[in-house]
């Protein structure tokens, strides 16, 4: 990783977190380049060549260039994806797979350079069942899981269970009446299992009877615990009935977690845990690209300044 080349922020246009990050980043005078993959290529170029020392060449927004042979980090966050709106279909379809593999391509082999995360290991870790297989190696407590697209696997696995819930695999977003809407987690019966199950692949499991919830977000070496009280069975669908202080992870919490940050090849992680009457710590998901900002003003820890440490290239 060089010490003088600038941070990549690969996101999109509305993104909190990664102001804030910039922001921090240039209170430091870390060079910046921020860019969205929807960017491409109206008003984002790249040209690289392939040499015996890797990718070299340039890359530019309206306002920004960067040699891709000298970048210090690169901060891949949430970015729109690409899209082609001016082709037809099927040309569209074809010039957005040759800007996945051109230019995401060329991103995910830039030289030396620290990813936070690599958009490769971002996508591996997003598969739930991989995520959930990994844990369990890594030494996180379960609840029981099963995915299936059977509806008497799915029946059973409720009743000897029971209470149990349903989880989306993957969080698409719906639009009913033209509002955004995203599939909560809810609980389930054995009457609610019917032939529709089959209709493709769904995530049941054992409801921990919780006492709270907790983030911890590790941004390198860093870990950061955050108790999260509420009475929602998903704390993500009311932020405002949410109540934080600063947890202390258990030890076969604290070992586990670089353990599975290092199966899947991440230096950034956002693991929710399920916390228990008996305080036994139970592993819900790690998100490789999961917000993390909004709990620094809540707590005073300085997460922001552990982001900025990690994409600088420094321990402060």
């Not at 830039?110 to 369990?136: M, Q, T, W």
Request: hydrophobic letters at 40%; glycine letters at 8%.
């Amino acid at each position: 990783m060089t010490d003088s080349g600038p941070v990549l922020v690969v996101t999109n246009l509305d993104d909190p977190t990664a102001d804030v990050v910039i922001s921090e980043l240039h209170d430091r005078d870390v060079p910046v380049v921020r860019f969205d993959s929807g960017d491409f290529p109206h008003a984002l170029s790249v040209a690289a060549t392939i040499t015996s020392n890797g990718v070299e060449g340039t890359l530019s927004t309206p306002s920004r260039s960067a040699d891709l042979s000298g970048i210090r980090s690169l901060y891949y966050r949430r970015p729109s994806g690409f899209t082609f709106p001016h082709l037809d279909q099927q040309d569209a379809r074809f010039a957005i797979t040759q800007a996945r593999y051109g230019l995401g391509g060329i991103l995910a082999s830039l030289p030396g350079c620290r990813y936070v995360n690599h958009p490769h290991r971002i996508g591996d870790a997003e598969f739930k069942p991989s995520g959930l297989a990994a844990a369990a190696a890594a030494g996180f407590r379960l609840p029981p899981t099963v995915i299936t697209s059977d509806p008497d696997t799915a029946r059973d696995f409720v009743k000897q269970y029971s209470p149990v819930i349903y989880k989306p695999l993957s969080a698409p977003l719906y639009r009913i009446d033209g509002v955004s809407c995203t599939v909560e987690v809810a609980e389930v019966g054995a009457d609610d299992i019917d032939e529709a199950v089959s209709g493709t692949a769904h995530l049941f499991q054992q409801r921990v009877d919780k006492a709270a919830d907790v983030r911890v977000t590790v941004i390198g070496d860093r870990v950061f615990a955050v108790r999260i009280d509420s009475d929602l069975l998903d704390w993500r669908t009311d932020y405002g009935r949410l109540r934080y202080s600063v947890a202390q992870p258990p030890p076969g919490v604290t070992e586990a977690l670089p353990a599975y940050l290092a199966h899947f090849g991440l230096v950034f992680g956002a693991f929710d845990f399920a916390v228990d009457g008996q305080g036994q710590w139970w592993f819900l998901e790690c998100n490789p690209s999961g917000q993390w900002y909004w709990l620094e003003p809540e707590t005073g820890l300085p997460m922001l300044a552990a982001m900025a440490d990690l994409l600088e290239g420094t321990n402060r």
